[in-house]
T-cell receptor
Framework: GENVEQHPSTLSVQEGDSAVIKCTYSDSASNYFPWYKQELGKGPQLIID?????GEKKDQRIAVTLNKTAKHFSLHITETQPEDSAVYFCAASIPRGATNKLIFGTGTLLAVQP | DGGITQSPKYLFRKEGQNVTLSCEQN?????MYWYRQDPGQGLRLIYY???????QKGDIAEGYSVSREKKESFPLTVTSAQKNPTAFYLC??????????????FGEGSWLTVV
């Protein structure tokens, strides 16, 4: 079936610590994995993504890793800041003929304590 | 600025009424989407459209309808047949990307409350 599991559902860290959010997908054909940050009352914003031919990608304090064999991918945020507090969603894109279907995880509420 | 504009931001509807949520994009994207978001849940796909005058049902299309008469516009109507319409609705768009996944960009959302 089509499913993306995301853990933890809530995460509280101290400012300056690292935060890790993990997702597992079920469809081995999944080939694209974006991460979104959603602040309260706003739409999700793409923060980083990775394609299936890459194992790791980094953008300043944010990195994503992909393990295709285990079918899981993770978001790593280093040196967390209070403005990193938000809900984070992972997603996996599954090819469906000429289109792709994006399956979302259930979200992680990250709270960075100053 | 390029982006996706949703309106209204907040909407109250009486039971039995239809309501239409507007979504306009000036990104020149071919594909547009409507998602529903409930507290503690992920985003669920209602409808999507890959090109003008064509659209497909998503996972939870019952009680909703859409149209795609123009490339930049994809309005969503929440009908009285939708039994639990109170939710946060998100419009999104993307350039169809064959073979390697779509990068989807979201609007700021519309809150619909049934009173």
């Amino acid at each position: 079936g089509e499913n993306v599991e995301q853990h933890p559902s809530t995460l509280s860290v101290q400012e300056g610590d690292s935060a890790v959010i993990k997702c597992t997908y079920s469809d081995s054909a999944s080939n694209y994995f974006p991460w979104y940050k959603q602040e309260l009352g706003k739409g999700p914003q793409l923060i980083i993504d990775i394609r299936s031919n890459v194992g790791e990608k980094k953008d300043q304090r944010i990195a994503v890793t992909l393990n295709k064999t285990a079918k899981h991918f993770s978001l790593h945020i280093t040196e967390t800041q209070p403005e990193d507090s938000a809900v984070y969603f992972c997603a996996a894109s599954i090819p469906r003929g000429a289109t792709n279907k994006l399956i979302f995880g259930t979200g992680t509420l990250l709270a960075v304590q100053p | 600025d390029g982006g996706i504009t949703q309106s209204p931001k907040y909407l109250f509807r009486k039971e039995g009424q239809n309501v239409t949520l507007s979504c306009e994009q000036n990104l020149n994207h071919d594909a547009m989407y409507w998602y529903r978001q409930d507290p503690g849940q992920g985003l669920r796909l209602i409808y999507y459209s890959q090109i003008v005058n064509d659209f497909q049902k998503g996972d939870i299309a019952e009680g909703y309808s859409v149209s795609r008469e123009k490339k930049e516009s994809f309005p969503l109507t929440v009908t009285s047949a939708q039994k639990n319409p109170t939710a946060f609705y998100l419009c999104a768009s993307s350039i169809p990307y064959l073979g390697s996944g779509n990068t989807i960009y979201f609007g700021e959302g519309s809150w619909l409350t049934v009173v």
